[in-house]
DNA sequence: CTGAAAGCGCTAACAT
DNA sequence: ATGTTAGCGCTTTCAG
């Protein structure tokens, strides 16, 4: 049997509440008393039931985090991020993972309100958020990251543009003399995908470049789905000699598929994505992407929830847009091309 | 405000534990008084508070989890077997990452007993233990993973037998013709370093190969660790043939300096390590190494805790070693050798 | 079959 | 300065 504050009193003959008030450091107590308290506390190794204090204070001190996964290096850096905020503020972290199933978030969503989590970090499979209308009745804060719902605005999130990011890496190939550009992306029902369509179109538009419908792949964010659309896109009569991946399983896949038709790279083909985290520094030819400051994307998330836990007019909603990096690597053959500029 | 068992009590003129009854499907309650009761749950959208439940019932459902890091692929597919068995039975993760930070470790062992967690899957730093002793005193089961402690043998965990695998590795390249065999490793304070050391020691032993100390490296797992290590080797006056490196991040490391030093791999070191998980299959060479069944580690972690929890005695402990996978590639060169078998 | 009441471990008025 | 007591929201005897 664990000990507790009553056993703690009892065997000093003083009243709980005096207990409660050294442990807490409230109200003055006697020095003499305080001492003895101190070191019973010490002596039977006290340590208070968190939960009963949860029910008291109604607050649990704990983040829900739903994300698809986290073998994804991108999420596993996001975690990361929240855990340092929420570690320094005593804060702790309960993880949840949806698989990127809609029914299974539905899920754990419910199961995290009853919880009594005191807010969630969430990266939404779909592009809907109708659970979120109960954390906004509660009051508790929610924050987006990754896909965003398809709302109005009126809610918190953090993450970068995409459709700025994505066009600026097709004018980057474009600037440095690509004009046949295929694009391969996720499912369309998810922002991230959509917009970095987006912005692949309009930087092919602004440079008066046509739309090739048929160099546009809707995959799903995975390896195998960037081989089979690249196969595809290499069964027809005119090859692209760009192409831009909407993440880096997407480029890979491309890759393969590219150097098994005996292809080159970025000779024959370029290729560029978002999100190569090659921490190996070993895959070659080395990807030029769009990098998005992942761990921030977590600090800042666990920033907000702390800031509106605290603040009662949940009405102001902080939408942050964070700046990616654009590293320029081999696999657009930048050093092989004539800066046009 | 949320909606309590009162309110729906007193809203039905009923009493609260007859709600409460048919929340949990206790006792007999008369069926038009338990129809009444449903739809009014329905339509106040009840749903019970589990930090109250967590309290009356002395159990949270909670499994905490302390790993280094979620970056390293290992620890994160763990962590996934982890999650689906706990999902299962209604328990949820809190996640923990000590970041190889011992003082961090313990804080959260404190944490989490406080939160009075169900049970805890714990992969320590060093090789000690010491806060152990309150779990089980506390009677809450803790499975070690990857690292054991270096105390007796009186404890749950799951792990692969290193020494083994460690051997089998190093025997394979025995095998391929390699006698000049560098062995990079990580901090002896840690079981996992020690006993791959030692597993390479012995398949040298048994081979009657002599063994060079020059050509043991203690590093500390990260890739710039086996980079340093190497270009070490390198400079000596005898290279070695074959480098068997504890984890993927030393091995690749190994690799850059190989490279950088214009040899080429295998033809003329062979590089084998821990698991190479290369979800990418973009590094080239790819890389021979033993794989631990990450995910299994996880679910049969969580397995025996659940297990545990419903028991009293405790003193039976689970010592499971699972079997890793040895996946010969290029980077051992064994497609270019003769089998002397 | 249903209700009243105790109590899980703690905090915080309120009283002394 | 310290003690008494009423809950936090729920489950569970124990009566009725």
């Not at 506390?41 to 986290?70: D, H, M, W």
């Not at 790279?265 to 990098?291: H, N, R």
Request: aromatic share 8%; net charge neutral.
């Amino acid at each position: 049997m664990t000990v507790k504050l009553k056993d703690i009193a009892k065997h000093l003959n003083v009243s709980v509440s005096t207990v409660s008030r050294v442990i807490n450091n409230r109200d003055r107590v006697d020095e003499k008393t305080r001492k003895r308290i101190l070191e019973a506390l010490e002596e039977f190794q006290y340590r208070p039931n968190e939960v009963a204090r949860s029910l008291k204070s109604k607050t649990t001190k704990a983040i829900g985090l739903i994300v698809p996964g986290i073998s994804n290096y991108f999420f596993a850096t996001v975690i990361k991020g929240v855990e340092a905020i929420a570690r320094q503020h005593g804060y702790h972290l309960i993880l949840c993972m949806s698989d990127e199933d809609k029914e299974r978030e539905g899920e754990y969503t419910d199961f995290l309100l009853q919880r009594q989590i005191s807010g969630l970090v969430v990266a939404i499979v779909g592009r809907e958020a109708g659970f979120f209308q109960k954390y906004k009745n509660l009051g508790i804060p929610v924050v987006f990251i990754d896909n965003l719902p398809d709302i109005d605005d009126n809610f918190d999130y953090v993450v970068i543009d995409n459709v700025k990011a994505s066009r600026e890496l097709t004018n980057h190939l474009i600037h440095i003399g690509h004009q046949k550009i295929a694009m391969i992306t996720g499912s369309l029902h998810e922002s991230v995908s959509d917009e970095r369509l987006e912005g692949w179109k309009k930087a092919l538009t602004e440079n008066g470049i046509p739309i090739n419908k048929k160099w546009v792949g809707i995959g799903d964010f995975k390896q195998e789905s960037g081989y089979r659309i690249m196969q595809g896109f290499l069964q027809q009569a005119e090859l692209p000699t760009a192409i831009v991946a909407a993440n880096n399983l997407l480029a890979y896949g491309a890759m393969q598929a590219i150097m098994e038709a005996g292809l080159r790279i970025p000779e024959d083909i370029a290729v560029v994505c978002f999100d190569a985290i090659d921490f190996i520094g070993l895959i070659k030819p080395q990807l030029t992407s769009v990098i998005q400051p992942a761990e921030d994307i977590g600090t800042i998330a666990g920033e907000i929830i702390l800031r509106k836990m605290n603040q009662t007019k949940m009405k102001v909603f902080e939408r942050i847009m964070l700046e990616p990096q654009l590293e320029i690597k081999e696999s657009c053959g930048y050093s092989k091309q004539a800066d046009k500029k």
